[in-house]
């Protein structure tokens, strides 16, 4: 009886925090099915008194999500891979060889991660300028590398840290040189962390805002946040179709999560109980 | 100055990316470099790029529109790059300093243009105001920087006022009161009906309360001292400014409670619901506006104080500047004599659907009213002024924001508010 009482509760509390926390999302999702007279007429916290589709055509064709939705596939797919392949090679040998200075190394490359982006803002776009880059994507995928290379490759280093020396001596005792190690041993290993690591980088780079509008002008190579925003008006917004459009470019980053979901637990497991 | 030297630029790039080299991807990414150096701008007759924050999808239609028509005209070509206007307004100054600039920019008339021209950054358009004649001459000083060159062509404009729902002014039985003492009393009459007489949006949007701020200052001091003021040559502490506000808080009990939390698109929510009786706000609060309540929109002047004051009106003006560094200067005067004609502003007051007016004397209005009603009210005006902002400097409005807000919270202590804002104001006109 007791036991079934604290189930009860258990449940009822869980259900009203999940409702809390996808209050806003359904909140969301309702507004963008509200035709724009509704929500000039009745406020945007009001219950909906239309419905309608069109917000999203309006986000998608006229306010140009699909090019926005490629331009973000574009910086962010080459932006993950990349910057995962280099933390990977990075932790690899500071982790698993007597790298002179190799402490110094990581904690730079952290160090920089501490740092604010905000100040950074204007010399990155000096910098882009000055290499020609200002205004194309390689800019932001340059950008996004860089400033993710620190981070990464601490996280990926302690992973690595972690492995067993008997593989690799066992590795090296059977031939395999450096480059075989790292791919055929270290890398399968690592995948874990890799999974989780892919699936917040990609997170983190679809959702960037700041560094796409300092290193982009022009509108049709501005990644989806930057679109989004351009659904603003100079003064008066159209909020259902921007909740339609966030709902739009939100899909790519769910997608992402439901895939490495396994992976993105797993991975955050393992450093936690060695 | 303007033509780049591919191979040097190309030698930096290589040089620049040499650093992130470092960190393991030299080759990589100087493959990328190579193949991705942007499209590099012909000198001379290369398409004109507007730099657009008309990002509403009306006025966004309509200036790829008036692009469209003068591609068809056989002088140049012109392309619209479409920026979110918050966007824009904080990248401005990044892509006017930048060593490949846009040519064209959608922007304000007045100091703020003025700021651009005095450091350099602006292209002299005097030759295009040559064409101009018809122009009126409180136009032209506005678009002329301090050295006395034109830097600026004016498109539109629009009108602040006092509006109102004409069904709700009717049911409560009250007319537009032409002076203070008229309307104080449609204030009484209104909250004594329950109704929160001044409707106002200062959540996000704080920047509404200087348009009180503005009419209050030109209707008791006139526009000559407010232009000063703003200009760093009087002072906020003055007892003319004080005089100012101590008037303010003769009708702050009259104001919407509620007005502080929510943004002015709300307050207009709540304007047209009959939950405020009337609101000071500019034209372009009507795109917040449901089509069918738009015919029972209108709106009264700011009521006069001091019939010894000249009459001035807010007529915030929306037009273009060029870039200094453009690379292609005579197709860019030449989309602006465009931009300036009849025809032009003609075809974007149509097609912007929002309540803009023409600058150009004999360009026509929308046919509406309330259209007809601002254009007389702006023409019987004795001396135009632009807007805090827009009449000082993106600087200078936040010291205005932090004191108007701190003033509508603590009417009492106006010495100690006027006091703050001269030090802060003090410290924007140093620079």
Redesign the interface.
């Given at each position: 009886m007791i036991r079934k009482l604290r189930t009860g509760t258990f449940h009822t509390g869980m259900i009203l925090l999940s409702l809390l926390w996808l209050g806003p999302v359904i909140w969301v999702v309702v507004m963008s099915t509200r035709t724009?007279?509704d929500i000039?007429?009745?406020?945007?916290g009001s219950l909906p008194h239309s419905f309608t589709l069109d917000t999203y055509r309006?986000a998608w064709v006229?306010g140009g999500e699909l090019r926005a939705l490629i331009n973000s596939l574009l910086v962010t797919v080459p932006s993950v891979v990349?910057s995962l392949a280099?933390a990977a090679?990075?932790a690899f040998a500071l982790s698993r060889y007597r790298i002179p200075g190799r402490r110094t190394i990581l904690l730079l490359m952290l160090a920089g991660n501490l740092l604010p982006p905000q100040i950074l803002l204007?010399p990155v776009?000096k910098?882009s300028?000055?290499?020609?880059?200002?205004?194309?994507?390689?800019a932001l995928?340059?950008v996004q590398?860089?400033f993710g290379?620190g981070f990464y490759t601490f996280v990926l280093h302690g992973f690595m840290r972690d492995l067993p020396g008997e593989i690799q001596e066992a590795a090296t005792i059977d031939g395999a040189g450096p480059a075989q190690i790292f791919a055929r041993v270290m890398l399968p290993l690592t995948r874990p962390a890799l999974a989780a690591l892919g699936a917040l980088s990609f997170t983190w780079i679809f959702n960037d805002l700041l560094w796409a509008?300092?290193v982009l002008?022009?509108?049709d190579r501005m990644p989806v946040t930057?679109a989004l925003?351009?659904?603003?008006?100079?003064?008066?917004?159209?909020w259902s179709v921007i909740a339609a459009g966030t709902v739009i470019a939100a899909v790519p980053t769910v997608a992402v999560f439901l895939r490495f979901q396994r992976h993105f637990i797993g991975g955050l497991a393992i450093g936690a109980v060695k | 100055m303007t033509d780049f030297d591919p191979g040097r630029?190309?030698f930096?790039?290589n040089l620049?990316?040499a650093g992130?080299g470092a960190?393991?991807?030299g080759s990589?990414?100087s493959a990328?470099?190579s193949s991705?150096?942007?499209p590099a701008k012909s000198g001379g007759s290369g398409a004109v790029t507007i730099?657009s924050?008309?990002?509403?999808?009306q006025?966004k239609t309509a200036i790829e529109k008036l692009a469209e028509n003068f591609n068809k005209l056989g002088k140049g070509t012109a392309s619209v790059?479409?920026?979110?206007?918050?966007?824009f307004r904080?990248?401005l100054p990044?892509?006017l300093t930048?060593?490949?600039p846009?040519d064209l920019y959608t922007w304000y008339a007045g100091s703020v243009a003025n700021d651009y021209a005095s450091k350099g950054l602006l292209l002299d358009v005097s030759d295009v105001w040559q064409g101009l004649g018809e122009y009126p001459q409180s136009l032209k000083t506005l678009s002329t920087d301090a050295a006395g060159k034109q830097v600026f062509v004016p498109m539109t404009n629009y009108w602040w006022g006092f509006f109102y729902r004409k069904s709700n002014f009717a049911k409560w039985g009250v007319q537009e009161p032409k002076t203070w003492a008229d309307f104080l009393a449609v204030c009484e009459t209104l909250k004594s009906k329950g109704i929160p007489p001044i409707g106002i949006g200062l959540g996000d949007t704080p920047w509404v309360a200087s348009a009180w701020f503005d009419y209050l200052n030109i209707r008791i001091n006139g526009a000559p001292f407010h232009r000063e003021l703003l200009a760093g040559k009087q002072r906020f502490d003055d007892p003319k400014v004080k005089a100012v506000l101590t008037r303010w808080r003769e009708v702050l009990p009259y104001f919407d409670p509620k007005g502080k939390a929510y943004p002015?698109?709300?307050a207009?929510?709540?304007l047209?619901?009959g939950k405020t009786g009337m609101f000071l706000i500019?034209t372009?609060?009507a795109?917040?506006?449901?089509?069918?309540?738009l015919g029972d929109l209108d709106f009264f002047r700011f009521p006069i104080i001091d019939p010894a004051v000249p009459v001035a009106e807010e007529a915030p003006t929306d037009g273009f500047f060029a870039s200094a560094k453009s690379a292609n200067p005579a197709g860019t005067k030449e989309l602006l004599r465009y931009f300036a004609s009849v025809e032009a502003q003609e075809e974007y007051v149509k097609s912007s659907s929002g309540i803009v007016l023409p600058v150009h004397p004999k360009a026509k209005a929308a046919d509406s009213p309330l259209v007809s009603k601002g254009k007389a009210m702006l023409e019987s005006a004795a001396e135009l002024t632009q807007f805090f902002n827009r009449d000082s400097s993106d600087a200078l409005q936040p010291t205005a924001d932090t004191a108007l807000t701190k003033f509508m919270d603590k009417p009492d202590q106006i010495d100690a508010i006027l006091r703050e804002w001269q030090a802060s104001a003090e410290k924007v006109f140093k620079g």
């Open positions: 724009f007279d000039a007429a009745n406020g945007v309006q006229d990349l280099l090679v990075a204007i776009q910098f300028e000055l290499t020609g880059l200002y205004d194309t994507l390689w995928i340059t590398v860089g290379l509008i300092t002008r022009t509108d930057p925003l351009a659904l603003q008006g100079q003064f008066v917004s159209s | 630029r190309r930096l790039g620049g990316l992130l960190l393991g991807a990589l990414l990328c470099a991705a150096s942007g730099q924050n008309l990002s509403s999808p006025a790059n479409t920026i979110a206007s918050e966007t904080t990248q990044t892509y930048s060593a490949n846009p002015f698109q709300e207009t929510t709540a047209l619901a500019g372009f609060f795109d917040a506006a449901p089509k069918d309540a």
